[in-house]
C-alpha cells in the first residue's frame, strides 16, 4: 500500500512539474513580450513628440537666420518676439550664451542661470534634449534646445519646453491594456496547461495501469491506441511487447508440457523393461538382451534431451564461452560425413558431401560446429522420407566459409519459418524434442559472427545456410 501510494505521489509531481513548466514559459513569454510593447509604446510616442518639436525648433530657428540675423537677438526680442512661438505650441525660451533666460513664452524668467536641460549640447552647435521632471512642475516635460546662428556664429539657444503629461496618460492606457490582454493570455494559457497536462500524464497514468495489471500476471491487459505522437507509439509498443510476451508464455507452457511428455516417454520405457527383466530373473538372454538394448538407447535419447536444455540454460545465463581455434575444415566435414553415413544407410537416404578443395583456415570452437552441422543434418534426416536426398556442401566465397545443408524433405511451412529459430518454438509438423535445437545453434553461428539462414518450401524440402567468417593473414576478415 505504502508503495503505491509513493507511486501516486510521484506521478502527481510529474503533472506538477509539468504544469508548472508549462506556466513558466507562458510567464516569461508573455511578461517579455509585454516589456517589448510596453518600451515600443514609450519609444514610439516620445520620438513622435521630439520629432514634432525637432522640426518646430529647426523651423524657427532657420527662420531668425536668414530674416533676422542682422539685428542683435535683444533687438529682435523686443521687436519680434512672436516670430519664436508662431510656429508651436510649447513653451518658448531664448537664453543668451551665459544662460541667462532672455525671454519665456510663459512670462515667467527665472533668476538662476540654465545650465543644464540639454543647454550645453546646443551651446555646441548640435540639438539638446532633456526628458525628466522638472523641480518647479510635477509633470514630466520634455524639452528641445537649439542653437540661434547669426553669421555662422552662435549668438543664443532657442529651447521648446512640452509638457508629457497627456502623453504618459495616453501611454498608460495602451499599457493597462496590454497589461489585461497579458493577464487574459496568463489566465487561458493556465487552463489550457492543465488540460494539456492532463492529456499528456493521462494516456501515461493508463500505461502505468496496465503495466501493474501485466506484472500482477493479466496478460491479456491492452491500451488503447487513440493517439499518433509518441504517447501513440509507446502504447503501440507496450501492446506488441504484451503480445510477444503472451506469446513467450504461451511457447513456454507448450514447451514444459512438451518436455514433460518427452522425458516421461522414455523413463516410462526405462521402468517398464526394468520391471519386466526383474521379474524373468534373466532366464531369457533375448529378453534380456532386448531389454538391455532398449535402456541404453532410451538412456542416450534422455541424456541427449538434458544435454541440449543444459545448452540452452548456459546460452541464457550467457555462462558459455567458446575455445577457438585455427582449424582446417576439411577435417570435421570428413569427420561428419563418417558420423552420418551409417543412418543414412539404416533409413535409406542418399547422403553427399561436397567439399570444395583449398579451404582457407577459420578460427571456431570445433566441438560447437559440428554440434551445429550434425543437428542440422539430424533435422534433415528426420524431415527426408525414404529414398530422398540430404547433402552437405562447403564453399568458401570471398570473406566466409559457406555450409549447406540440404535436403528433399516435406519443408517447412510459410506460418512456421520465420520463427523456427525462435526459443521453445516446434511448428506443427516438427518432430523436435523441446523446440531449442535451431534456437541454440543460431546462437552458437552467432558467437562466432556469423549467420544462419533457413529457406525451406512445403513440400519442396529444406536449405539452411550457415556462414563463418574466414582467416586471411591470421586475421579474421568479416
Known sequence: MEGKENKEEQFKSIKR???????????????????????????????????ILTNQIKLSADFYKRYFSNTSLQDNIID???????QTTAQVEIIDLNGKTLMNSTGAIPDKNIDGFGFEAALKGGKGKWIGKPSYDRPRIMAISYPLMSNNNIVGVLRFT???????KTINMINFIFLFI???????????????????????????????EMANGNLNIRVKEMRNDELGRLGKTFNYMADEIQKREIIKNEF????????????????????????????????????????????ER????????????????????????????????????????PRAERENINFQVKLKEGLPLVEVDLSRIKQVLINLLDNSFKFTCIGGNVSLEVLHQEKYIIFLVKDTGCGISEEDLPRVKDKFYKGKNSKAQNGLGLSICDEIISMHNGELIIESELGAGTTVLVKIPVVINNKIRR
Do not use: C, Q
Request: glycine share 6%.
Open 17 to 51: 512539474r509539468m504544469l508548472v513548466n508549462f506556466m513558466l514559459v507562458i510567464f516569461i513569454s508573455v511578461i517579455a513580450f509585454e516589456a517589448l510593447l510596453i518600451g515600443f509604446t514609450r519609444y514610439y510616442f516620445y520620438n513622435n513628440a521630439e520629432g
Open 80 to 86: 519680434n518676439v512672436d516670430i519664436f512661438w508662431k
Open 162 to 168: 512640452t509638457s508629457l503629461e497627456e502623453i504618459d
Open 182 to 212: 497579458g493577464l487574459t493570455v496568463i489566465i487561458i494559457g493556465s487552463i489550457v496547461s492543465i488540460f494539456l497536462s492532463y492529456s499528456i500524464i493521462h494516456p501515461v497514468k493508463e500505461l502505468k495501469k496496465a503495466a501493474e
Open 256 to 299: 514444459i508440457s512438451s518436455v514433460s511428455h518427452e522425458l516421461r516417454t522414455p523413463l516410462t520405457a526405462i521402468k517398464g523393461w526394468a520391471i519386466t527383466l526383474n521379474s524373468d530373473g534373466g532366464s531369457d538372454k533375448e529378453i534380456l538382451t532386448d531389454g538391455l538394448k532398449i535402456i541404453e538407447n532410451e538412456s
Open 302 to 341: 534422455l541424456t541427449a534431451m538434458v544435454e541440449e536444455l543444459l545448452d540452452f540454460s548456459k546460452f541464457i545465463s550467457g555462462r558459455i564461452s567458446l575455445h577457438k581455434e585455427l582449424v582446417r575444415i576439411e577435417d570435421t566435414i570428413e569427420y561428419i560425413e563418417k558420423y552420418m553415413k
